[in-house]
């Protein structure tokens, strides 16, 4: 479990989530599974947890607890996938949105810019949409709206004309023929941190990971139990945004709403009015974790 991926804010998270020895929680991310190990130490034997996943790679982590249930499926269906096994609403909900550490060193996958592998980039590798075929089969003008969209990089339409004239030579298949391709309008001093972003828009596009997000924030509100603790670390501002706003006003886009005396209506109360971060002992053990920004609310 620790080779596929090292929990970040371990103990954070289990310290938000505030569990009840008889409660029911979701890990929407389960991944390697140490944070569902680490929840399952605080459960009793009337507790219940679980473990969504979309990458069958992770059931061989899943724990021999017959507390635990694993759910294959993208956590865009958390609503449905519940019901489906008799639970209606839940004590509290986990998701650490950051791409484990197994899918970027395992190089067949295509999440890496270093080395050469299939351009794949699906997390759900039963079918749908891969790298390739957004690379190849997009217009320059959708390409480049992407790479601004969930890249944030600049000069989008420079970088899609780039890889317009590369794949009109050859179809682009592989992380190695992408890195070639950008490669006249990639940036020498910044040439790690342009390619991150680059991989970072296509693996969004190509997951529909924003739109996911926003329907598990939506269904969240609709299971967490009264006093419920919803726990989100994210790890790129796009998806800090909208954790942010869907706490602060009840909805993604941060729209505020007002009852009939001005008071903001939500369902929230915010916990972490600033982001919790990892300490200096985490990051010198686990420098993936840099970037990672936890943010919690309590269902009222």
């Known amino acids: 479990m620790s080779s596929y991926h090292v929990p970040v804010l371990l103990e954070e998270c289990i310290e938000m989530l505030d569990i009840k020895p008889d409660g029911i929680y979701a890990d929407l991310t389960f991944g390697g599974g140490g944070h569902s190990r680490r929840i399952l130490e605080e459960l ?52 650490d949105l950051g791409v484990s550490s197994h899918h970027f060193d395992a190089l067949p996958r295509g999440f890496s810019f270093r080395g050469e592998a299939p351009l794949d980039m699906r997390m759900n590798q039963r079918g749908g949409e891969t790298a390739a075929d957004v690379v190849n089969n997009r217009s320059e003008e959708e390409l480049a709206r992407i790479l601004s969209q969930y890249g944030e990089l600049e000069t989008t339409w420079k970088i899609a004309s780039c890889i317009a004239r590369a794949r009109a030579a050859a179809p682009i298949l592989t ?22 972003k680059l991989f970072q828009a296509l693996r969004i596009e190509v997951n529909g990971e924003m739109e996911a997000l926003k329907m598990a924030l939506e269904q969240s509100a609709k299971i967490l139990k009264p006093g419920g603790r919803l726990v989100v670390i994210s790890y790129h501002s796009l998806e800090d945004r909208i954790v942010k706003n869907f706490i602060r006003s009840g909805n993604t886009e941060g729209r505020l709403e007002k009852d009939f005396f001005g008071r903001v209506t939500t369902p929230w109360e915010v916990v972490t009015r600033k982001a919790i971060t990892p300490s200096a002992e985490e990051l010198e053990r686990n420098s993936r974790s840099r970037s990672a920004k936890l943010r919690v609310a309590t269902k009222l």
């Open 175 to 196: 992380t190695a023929a992408l890195v070639r391709a950008v490669e006249p309008c990639t940036p020498k001093r910044d040439e790690s941190k342009f390619l991150t």
């Open 44 to 95: 009793g034997s009337e507790g219940s947890l679980y473990g969504f996943d979309q990458d069958s790679d992770t059931k061989a982590n899943a724990p021999d607890d017959e507390r635990f249930h694993y759910v294959e499926s993208n956590f865009r269906f958390l609503r449905s996938a519940l019901r489906l096994r008799g639970v209606e609403r839940v004590d509290g909900i986990l998701a």
